[in-house]
């Protein structure tokens, strides 16, 4: 999709509803340049949290951080390879001055199976039913206020970190549309997602955040997280496939 989408006429007729534009970052040729899209508007953003198995019987962050740093050998992590969710993983371990084994999963049905066994100890993903009913623990969340579902449950940017890991799910359009299409896409998704529909059938359902943003802070805000993303692959040695 986004290689049709970057080969489309950039005209701002044309729009891809997706997430994290980072996808490139992974593969030799992807098909597509970074600097071919451009996000009309952000959506939303599915955020990441700390998840932990709770067969370690811990019941905060601090708590969790004591016994990974005092069970390293213990301690694993479960990663889905090569993505933006291998990447942040990374990044929370490095600021909670961490070092887990990554353990590879395919996909999160399996990493939350196994936190559940506790087989895994701790992984990353977002407010999700096994999170939700109290399945695995969730220690800490991104965002710039609690989850409506987690309301115990600390962000990072209260705990100190300016840190808001997670996926976005954006209207993408072809770089070089019409500034002015694009503006008027960005106002009807900040009508959107006020609404109780959206967050009804999409923002409570999908753990999804409404966001709203207009075309101008849209491109900020993916552009931050590509360099991010990107400065996690250098970091740790992901070769595309």
Do not use: C
């Amino acid at each position: 999709a986004l290689r049709a989408l970057a080969q489309s006429a950039p005209d701002g007729h044309m729009l891809m509803s997706g997430a994290s534009a980072t996808h490139g970052l992974f593969f030799k040729d992807p098909g597509y340049r970074f600097e071919d899209i451009t996000p009309a508007s952000v959506v939303g953003v599915s955020l990441y949290g700390l998840l932990v198995s709770k067969s370690l019987n811990v019941h905060n962050l601090n708590e969790f951080v004591a016994w990974a740093k005092a069970n390293p050998a213990k301690f694993n992590v479960g990663v889905i390879t090569s993505t933006s969710q291998e990447v942040e993983m990374s990044n929370i371990q490095n600021m909670l001055g961490l070092k887990g084994t990554p353990v590879p999963y395919k996909g999160m049905p399996e990493v939350y199976t196994a936190l559940i066994s506790g087989e895994l100890q701790a992984s990353i993903h977002s407010a999700s039913p096994q999170v939700k009913s109290g399945q695995v623990l969730a220690v800490v969340f991104g965002g710039q206020q609690r989850q409506p579902d987690l309301p115990n449950v600390p962000t990072f940017k209260e705990l100190g970190w300016d840190y808001h890991p997670g996926a976005n799910f954006a209207l993408y359009a072809r770089a070089g549309s019409p500034v002015a299409s694009l503006n008027v896409v960005a106002a009807e998704v900040a009508e959107m997602v006020k609404g109780s529909e959206f967050q009804e059938k999409i923002g409570r359902p999908l753990g999804i955040t409404g966001l709203g943003l207009s075309h101008e802070a849209s491109v900020k805000h993916v552009n931050e997280e590509y360099e991010r993303v990107r400065a996690g692959v250098q970091r740790l040695g992901i070769k595309p496939q």
